[in-house]
């Protein structure tokens, strides 16, 4: 079923965090933080959603990376419910699609709590101060990846916030699989 994050709260602080990734090293926010902003994506392996803009996000994060955004992306789904979305399914995703950012593992959820992520995939771009300036959409794909030349929504907000420091005021919201919580 698929789920809408809420619209973006304008200068919301981003959470630290210090998580494992499939490269093999443990990635803090702070060495995720861009000079320009720090983009963050929880994504997963198995969701329609985020393998119809796979590529896009690739292509995305390198073309942020070259404006001083900082991109990682979070998995947190439950892999006992969803075993697909298990680290070593994690390592196994990243290398085929040649991620060019950290692919971290939130197991214990703490990180997708403190963010209140609400889907897969749910974008959250934050400025230089890691003041929250984005929480749209990448495009107009949904379970199916969009035309070729539609806007680039991720890419065109996160070029503002590096430039300007502030994202645009009109957001439309991801839209995604749930996260897969863990039972409490």
Same mark, same amino acid.
């Given at each position: 079923m698929a789920t809408t994050p809420p619209v973006c709260d304008f200068g919301w602080p981003a959470p630290g965090f210090t998580l494992p990734a499939t490269d093999g090293k443990t990635y803090s926010?702070? %060495?995720?933080? #861009?000079?320009?902003?720090? +983009?963050?994506?929880?994504?997963?392996?198995h969701c329609p959603f985020v393998i119809a803009v796979r590529d896009r996000i690739v292509r995305d994060a390198r073309d942020l990376s070259a404006l001083g955004i900082g991109v990682a992306a979070i998995c947190s789904n439950d892999?006992?419910?969803?075993?697909?979305?298990?680290?070593?399914?994690?390592?196994?995703?990243a290398k085929a699609a040649g991620f060019p950012f950290p692919y971290l593992h939130d197991e214990d959820q703490s990180v997708a709590r403190a963010f209140?992520?609400?889907?897969?995939? %749910?974008?959250? #771009?934050?400025?230089?101060? +890691?003041?929250?300036?984005?929480?749209?959409?990448l495009d107009a794909s949904g379970a199916r990846s969009a035309a070729e030349g539609v806007r680039r929504d991720l890419y065109e907000a996160m070029r503002e916030v590096a430039e300007t420091g502030l994202g645009p005021r009109d957001q439309i919201p991801s839209m995604g699989c749930s996260i897969k919580w863990k039972a409490a």
């Open positions: 926010l702070d %060495d995720i933080r #861009g000079p320009k902003g720090t +983009l963050i994506m929880f994504i997963c392996n892999a006992d419910s969803h075993p697909a979305d298990s680290f070593d399914n994690m390592v196994t995703f209140d992520a609400a889907c897969t995939p %749910d974008f959250f #771009g934050f400025n230089a101060d +890691l003041e929250l300036q984005y929480r749209g959409r």
